[in-house]
């Protein structure tokens, strides 16, 4: 099984790869197969980075709700959605919340604090984790 990774292969999701192969041994190497009878191979990849998450209603100055939507294929890379990781940054970057069950809300109340919160998000597939989203600042007064 081969694996191709960025350039200079400039594949896209979803783009279709046809092979011919042959076998060899110690007798030589046979004739290549034919295109036609070659399976589909579909390109497939980390995720895309997901859409900003955005600050949930119920936010005040006892909790920040931080809220982000579902992925369907079009930024999965072409594979289920396993887990999201939520960020916060406070000075550095930390990981504060996982979902393996998909959720989509996260409710940070302990440490709030007057000052400005930083949240970003990702998305992990079987092929790995994507990029991180846009951030989100959200101001507590």
């Known amino acids: ?7 200079p292969f400039n594949l896209n999701e979803g783009d279709n790869i046809y ?3 042959s076998a060899t041994n110690q007798y030589g190497a046979g004739e290549l197969s034919d295109k ?3 399976p589909d191979v579909q390109v497939i990849t980390v995720p895309h980075a997901p859409n900003t998450p955005t600050k949930g209603s119920a936010s005040d100055h006892t909790q920040n709700v931080i809220e ?10 072409g594979s289920t959605v396993l887990e999201y990781e939520l ?11 996982t979902s393996t069950d998909l959720a989509t809300t996260y409710t940070q109340t ?15 597939n079987i092929y790995g984790w994507g990029d991180y989203s846009d951030i989100l600042s959200i101001t507590v007064t």
């Open 1 to 7: 099984m081969s694996i191709f990774w960025d350039s």
């Open 19 to 21: 092979a011919k192969v």
């Open 36 to 38: 036609d009878n070659s």
């Open 68 to 77: 982000w939507s579902t992925h369907t294929n079009g930024m999965t890379g």
């Open 87 to 97: 960020e916060e940054n406070k000075g550095s970057w930390r990981s504060i919340f």
């Open 110 to 124: 302990s440490g709030i604090d007057t000052g400005t919160y930083q949240y970003r998000i990702r998305m992990r």
